[in-house]
């Protein structure tokens, strides 16, 4: 029977909504949980006309992290580090709506995505020294990569809540909005901004830039993502609108 609480997944031409759907307990995550959003992921990543994807959820919080004991005897940390992994290799731009807390393995898939904007009611912890978890090698990587050495100390190492502001001023948060409406206006002004972009340019683009980051960057891969995006009919369009000051109409080729 399907579970009437699990997240949801939307899809508009180019837009995909992922929404966590469990307010009453600060949108935790179970393991049929994970399950489907590795499951809206791979169907997201099928459908090549979606470019950007937005995750959020409902409540006062966006998610608490996993339902550690749901299942005994999970390695959660496994779990979130395989969808943390295809969330940060995602196809599409990604970007992380949170609007309240965000606890545990929730701030690392957070990490993953391209974008997080947050509200002034945002806040983040992670219990998992004091819960004698030792944090997976995706999850440490994003810490230090992302915020830094001394910010993912004070999360991981010494169990710091951070808030909003403070979660700002490491890089955690890309915008912070002062409600929930400040941030679902930033939202879809980003997303739009987003969708304007040329297909090409903009996909490739994220893909290149996560593996310098990662030292991966394969330069082949590179040059012939260049080499189509120079040869394109795109960036003809998107250089005879910047001429005549209209809004291009690109196509994706």
């Avoid at 609480?5 to 929404?19: F, R, V």
């Avoid at 393995?105 to 819960?131: I, K, Q």
């Amino acid at each position: 029977m399907p579970d009437a609480h699990a997240p949801s997944l939307q899809i508009d031409g180019p837009l995909a909504c992922i929404t966590l759907r469990r307010p009453r307990q600060a949108n935790r995550l179970e393991l049929g949980d994970l399950q489907t959003l590795e499951h809206h992921l791979a169907q997201v990543e099928a459908d090549q006309a979606v470019r950007v994807l937005l995750l959020k959820g409902e409540g006062r919080h966006f998610c608490s992290g996993f339902h550690i004991d749901a299942v005994p005897g999970v390695d959660a940390g496994a779990l979130f580090e395989a969808l943390a992994q295809a969330w940060e290799n995602a196809r599409p731009v990604t970007i992380a709506a949170i609007q309240g807390g965000i606890y545990g393995g929730a701030t690392d898939l957070a990490l993953a995505c391209d974008f997080r904007l947050g509200t002034r009611a945002c806040e983040m912890f992670v219990p998992a020294a004091r819960l004698g978890l030792h944090f997976y090698r995706g999850g440490l990587e994003r810490y230090v990569n992302r915020l830094g050495l001394a910010a993912a100390k004070q999360v991981l190492l010494a169990g710091q809540t951070l808030d909003a502001q403070a979660m700002r001023d490491c890089g955690f948060l890309d915008q912070l909005l002062e409600d929930a409406a400040g941030l679902q206006q930033a939202s879809d002004a980003l997303c739009e901004r987003l969708l304007a972009a040329a297909p090409l340019a903009l996909l490739g683009m994220k893909r290149h830039l996560n593996a310098i980051a990662a030292g991966r960057l394969d330069a082949a891969a590179l040059a012939a993502d260049i080499a189509r995006a120079n040869a394109s009919q795109d960036l003809s369009e998107g250089v005879q609108a910047w001429q005549e000051k209209r809004a291009p109409r690109f196509r994706g080729c």
